[in-house]
């Protein structure tokens, strides 16, 4: 029987097979490392005597912690700048490449691994962070990881797993204008719930999928875990070599050769079998939006709140009441109606050059609602830097955002670029659960243009509802 | 890690699905370096509400948290597990976990225990009507102890394997150095390498 993309990847990574329920041991391609999930590693390490095992599949950034106003300064709240701190020392002392603040590559961990070209077809990746399936887009495995599984990546290069399911999300047909990969993603857990992923690794497929750019299926891949599963993945295809190609670390010469020749082979063979099947048709969706405190709490922009009483099940009932109650929302108010006070361009879901242009495209011309501030993050220094080559600062900034530097930023808090307890934002991050961008926040996930159109009329809005660009503004090198 | 055979202790019931790793911990907390130290920071934003379950007597002193289906879904934070046993909780019982924080649980010697939803229903009331209720979980039967109901629970053999003999998992496999390495040794050679940096 033909095997699915996952089972090839996993097969070719078993070091040791695991006998009699014992877990597969399987070989680790890529070790990413950032400030927050790694210090109580390097210390296992340590008090062990254990050497890294393998420092030149490793590699660090900085993300979390850092700020992304006056990077040039000292990190200003002390434990942040500590664990920044040991993050540099750690990495010395164990030869580990870090990209620190203030150096071009440094930037979300997510957004680094694609750009240098370290991100391929057919590896094993792993980090201490839930958002690891976003490299999936390049038909890699990759799941994030806690800190006693990161020691054990550090010492050994391998992890125990058991074999996961699969489950295919064939997307078929078109998308509409105005409508992207997010909302594509965002239907899809409100289809099958944030659990529904549970113990699967997932596959997007299907004609809708590979009509989509490598930033866009990196958006959906990213999102897997908000359905509860441990990856996502999409076959590598002509789009995949081509965002690689020229790049970094991708291979050159013969070697890109014998490369794609494998990668060619990643692809879920026709008489391969899943063990679960879903269906979405692209032509069908509309922009998506949330209305509660878990990303599968989401409905369609053009519909209202619902009502807790709707859903069937108790326990969503209840999850329903009580979200409601926490986003200050009723049922029934049109979702359009919703007023926010921030929009967020950022995070590892949203912050690559295509979704800084998207925005861009939309705003451009446009007068932001004096109510509303709007962050711009990038995705990494090298995002930044290509967006400024192309001018988008200057949109964002003569729009009104603030246009800052890179990392994870609003998206969790960590830094201080935090909601005020009450605030609401429109978000293109990936998690709108209670006090997750700052405490008492409230967060509507959003795509990239809906995010801009709502910064423009300062309700939650799509690019539908915005009217012509002014006449006036028709100069600034606006293009259709 | 401690081995885990059988532990008994006051059950705590958590009405709530889809408690997520930034409830148990928020991330304002994860700046910290160390693997230890993390009490005050479980469920640290809900504890600020007098009416919730842990700051209630006898409920304060629990050990067992029996919380509704999709626990620990959300961020991969290790730090969620070690909370909950800085806090003093040795086991959860959920009708469904979220796969990281399980894994993080059974490295860390806490117990996530799979019990079916009607028998979280059954033990929620029991605590509910008799605050106090002392809960056991034995880990060589499976089984879970509330009053008068005797429920299984479910959990991976490896991970009870594990558990019961207290094993580390880097230990395990480094028994295994040799086939790490002629593995290693047949890997293709257009696998990036992080190192030398190349630009």
Partial sequence: MGRTLAEKVWDAHVVRKGEAGQPDLLYIDLHLVHEVTSPQAFEGLRLAGRPLRRRDLTVATEDHNTPTLDIDRPIADPTSRTQIETLRANCKEFGVRLHPLGDKEQGIVHVVGPQLGLTQPGLTIVCGDSHTSTHGAFGALAMGIGTSEVEHVMATQTLPLKPFKTMAITVEGKLRPGVSSKDIILAVIAKIGTGGGQGYVLEYRGSAIRALSMEARMTICNMSIEAGARAGMVAPDETTYAFMKGRPHAPQGEEWDAAVEYWNTLHTDDDAVFDAEVFLDANELEPFVTWGTNPGQGVSLSQSVPDPDSFADENAKAAARRALTYMDLAPGTPMKDIRVDTVFLGSCTNSRLEDLRAAAEIIRGRQKDPNVRMLVVPGSARVRLEAEAEGLDQVFKDFGAEWRFAGCSMCLGMNPDQLAPGERCASTSNRNFEGRQGKGGRTHLVSPVVAAATAIRGTLSSPSDLGAVPAAAGTSGHSA | ?199
């Fill in chain 2, 1 to 199: 890690m401690e081995k885990f055979t059988s532990h008994t202790g006051i059950g705590v019931p958590l009405r709530q699905s889809n408690v997520d790793t930034d409830q148990i911990i928020p991330a304002v907390f994860l700046k910290r370096v160390t693997r230890t130290g993390f009490e005050d920071a479980l469920f640290s934003s809900w504890r600020k509400d007098e009416s919730f379950i842990l700051n209630q007597e006898p409920f304060n002193r629990g050990s067992v948290l029996v919380a509704g289906p999709d626990f620990g879904t959300g961020s991969s934070r290790e730090h969620a597990v070690w909370a909950l046993k800085d806090y003093g909780f040795r086991v959860v019982l959920s009708s469904r976990f979220a796969d990281i924080f399980r894994g993080n649980s059974g490295k860390q010697g806490l117990l996530a225990a799979v019990v079916a939803q009607d028998d979280v229903e059954l033990i929620w009331k029991e605590l509910e009507n008799h605050p106090g209720t002392q809960i056991t979980v034995d880990l060589e039967s499976k089984t879970v102890t509330c009053g008068n109901l005797v429920a299984p629970f479910e959990i991976d053999d490896y991970t009870r394997w594990r558990l019961l003999e207290g094993l580390d998992d880097i230990g395990l496999t480094l028994q295994h150095e040799d086939e790490i390495a002629a593995y290693e040794a047949k890997r293709p050679s257009f696998k990036p390498t992080t190192l030398p940096v190349r630009n």
